[in-house]
C-alpha cells in the first residue's frame, strides 16, 4: 500500500492507504479530524468541505494520491481555540441547527472573506452555492457572514498598559 506524507492544519502526516481512497475518509479514519462529514459522495451537498491551498475542495472526490504538497485546511485548524471570526460569529447568531453541514459552510466562507473582506449577499450566495442544508439555515448563515466580516475589521487590542499615577 503506498505511503503519503500530508499537511493538513499546518502538521505534517504520514498515512498509508489506497491511492484511490478519499481523502475525507483519510481526515477522518486514519487522522481523526471528523469535521468534515460524509454527506453525499458526490461532491453535490458540501458538507465534505476543506480547503486546498486556500481554495474549497470537496474532500469526498478528491483521491488521497491527488492531494500531493498542497496545504489541507479542516474545521479543526481554522484556529486553535475556535476562535476564528466566523466561528464567533456562528456561536453570537445561533446560525446552525443541527450543525452536519457547518464546518463546510464554514471553510468556504473562510476562502470568501479571504478574497473578499466585505462580501454582499450575491457574494456570499456565489460562494456558498452548492451547500446544501438540510435544516434550510441559509439566511442565517448568511448573517453570519456578514457578522464574521464585521468581526474581523474590528482592531485587535493587545494588552493594555498600566497607567501611573
Known sequence: MPRYTLNVNQKRHSVEVAADTPLLWVLRDQLGLV???YGCGVGQCGACT???????T???????????SAQVLTIEGLHPQGRHPL???WEELDVPQCGYCQAGQ???????LKQRPKPTDADIDAALSGHLCRCATYT?????VHRAAEIAA???SGPKKAVKA
Open 58 to 68: 470537496r474532500s469526498c472526490l478528491l483521491p488521497v494520491s491527488g492531494v500531493g
Open 106 to 112: 464554514i471553510l468556504s466562507a473562510a476562502a470568501l
Open 154 to 156: 474590528q482592531p485587535v
Open 50 to 56: 476543506v480547503q486546498l491551498n486556500g481554495a474549497p
Open 35 to 37: 469535521g468534515a462529514k
Open 140 to 144: 442565517r448563515i448568511r448573517a453570519g
Open 87 to 89: 466561528q464567533q460569529a
